[in-house]
């Protein structure tokens, strides 16, 4: 089984802060691993994922996650927070090679200030 | 490329009515997906589809069913709609590649049961 868990459903950050969005996961495999990004009354965008390896992944619009094995985590970074990232972002897991299903975490909204 | 398309885009329905999602891709992927979107509850598969002619059930398939009617196609049936399935419904598929497990989303269906 694979589970993944978001810590903080609401983040909120300065314009130009750093941007840290949490993930966590288990598998009983290795695992492949997902960020994506959801604005108001859209679909679900990739950012990155990660699959195998370099463990830091680079995505679209500056964001970037590093693949822990050892803590089990995918935290997803931007040096500098725009005002148009403010969406849910969604961490997710692949690890169940019979389906290839997704499992998701139950998401972050981040909010950025002006 | 139109990419996943799913229709409609919103839906109202009454206790006990029937409808059906609809759900292509211009991919040519082999797999596709259902999911369900609840505030907080991230995304739950209810149903997919390893390959034409197959389908099987997610985490919360009660109260569906699916039909893939094609290669580019996947329905999804409320035989008897129920308040509890009120959600945004999201269509995926995968490219298909070993080991890639990379889903692309429709824009979603907003469905609303009174």
């Known amino acids: 089984a694979q589970s993944v868990t978001q810590l903080g459903s609401h983040v909120s950050v300065s314009e130009g802060a750093l941007v840290l969005l949490r993930c966590n996961y288990s598998s009983s495999v290795p695992p492949y691993l997902f960020w994506y990004v959801q604005y108001p009354n859209q679909g679900l965008q990739l950012l990155l994922k990660?699959?195998?390896?370099?463990?830091l992944v680079k995505g679209i619009n500056g964001f970037e996650a590093e693949f822990k094995k050892s803590e089990t985590s995918f935290h997803l970074t931007k040096p500098s927070a725009h005002m148009s990232d403010a969406a849910e972002y969604f961490c997710a897991v692949s690890s169940d090679t019979g389906r290839r299903a997704l499992t998701f975490g139950s998401g972050t909204r981040l909010q950025v200030q002006p | 490329n139109a990419g996943v398309t799913q229709t409609p885009k919103f839906q109202v329905l009454k206790t006990g009515q029937s409808m059906t999602l609809q759900c292509a891709q211009d991919?040519?992927?082999?797999?596709m997906y259902w999911y369900r979107q609840d505030p907080g509850m991230g995304l739950r598969l209810i149903y997919y589809?390893?390959?034409?002619?197959?389908?099987d059930k997610g985490e919360v398939p009660n109260g569906y069913n699916v039909s893939r009617l094609n290669k580019r196609e996947f329905s999804l049936r409320l035989e008897s709609a129920a308040p509890s399935q009120t959600s945004v419904y999201f269509c995926?598929?995968?490219?298909?590649?070993?080991?890639?497990?990379?889903?692309?989303f429709g824009p979603g269906t907003r469905l609303t049961v009174t």
């Open positions: 991919m040519n992927h082999n797999s």
């Open positions: 589809s390893a390959s034409e002619g197959t389908t």
């Open positions: 995926a598929s995968t490219v298909g590649e070993r080991g890639s497990y990379e889903q692309y």
């Open positions: 990660y699959t195998t390896g370099a463990t």
